[in-house]
């Protein structure tokens, strides 16, 4: 299984950008996908997850600007990042959560997409 994000770059403050992350592989089914993300000197941080049934969870940084959401038919989770602050600059790194795949259930992540804010 590989998770396969893009979508990051380089925005102005108050400006958008949109993530995708696309899962590959025999997968029978996937929990969880959700979006982390670490700036330098600090830990990984969740951001936003959803699960197969649309559940959503924000971080409370991020409510009311971003939104998460799901194609269960493609494996493909999204971000749509609005009124981006220069505190959002980070890297952003895809996860799926308790996947079925080969025969065995494990968390996979993705290769990390920057975001950088300028203010």
């Known amino acids: 299984v590989q998770l396969q994000a893009s979508g990051g770059g380089l925005v102005q403050a108050g400006g958008s950008l949109r993530l995708s992350c696309a899962a590959s592989?025999?997968?029978?089914?996937?929990?969880?996908m959700g979006w982390y993300r670490q700036a330098p000197g600090t830990t990984r941080e969740l951001v936003a997850a959803i699960t197969s049934d649309g559940v959503t969870n924000y971080a409370d940084s991020v409510k009311g600007r971003f939104t998460i959401s799901r194609d269960n038919a493609r494996n493909t989770v999204y971000l749509e990042m609005n009124s981006l602050k220069a505190e959002d600059t980070a890297v952003h790194y895809c996860?799926?959560?308790?996947?079925?795949?080969?025969?065995?259930?494990?968390?996979?992540w993705g290769q990390g997409t920057q975001v950088t804010v300028s203010s």
């Open positions: 592989g025999s997968i029978a089914r996937i929990n969880a």
């Open positions: 996860n799926a959560d308790r996947v079925l795949a080969y025969g065995r259930v494990r968390d996979y």
